[in-house]
């Protein structure tokens, strides 16, 4: 994928996949186990992105060694970062109507939109 519009379209898809998989899909029962390293709640949320950017990376027409692999780093990488801010925001439990909390959430939105940038780039890199 060299062409800039499948790459504006790669980053389109997985911006909508994120609102599906983030806010959208999401369930309680994920949110509230995040925090707990290795509980099912926080790998089935990571797991419901890695299957939606499996889905995207197949979608604009990759290789399906290079989307799985991919994808299967995406939701690691995306488990780590919910986790880590679930620990931090567990420290201080900060209110969503407090500056740290949106700072916090701001964080760990930008982490997923840098990854996604990288896993254009993995794919990029690798057609």
Request: net charge negative; hydrophobic share 55%.
């Amino acid at each position: 994928m060299t062409d800039p519009i499948q790459i504006l379209i790669l980053l389109s898809l997985l911006q909508v996949k994120h609102l599906l998989a983030d806010f959208v899909w999401q369930s309680d029962w994920m949110v509230r186990n995040k925090v707990h390293y290795g509980h099912a709640g926080g790998i089935a949320h990571a797991g419901m992105h890695a299957g939606l950017s499996l889905l995207v990376l197949l979608a604009v027409d990759e290789p399906f060694a290079l989307a799985l692999t991919v994808a299967a780093l995406e939701g690691v990488v995306h488990y780590h970062i919910d986790y880590a801010r679930c620990k931090a925001a567990g420290r201080w439990v900060p209110a969503p109507s407090s500056q740290g909390f949106w700072v916090l959430m701001g964080a760990d939105q930008l982490l997923h939109q840098l990854t996604y940038l990288v896993l254009a780039a993995l794919v990029l890199g690798n057609s």
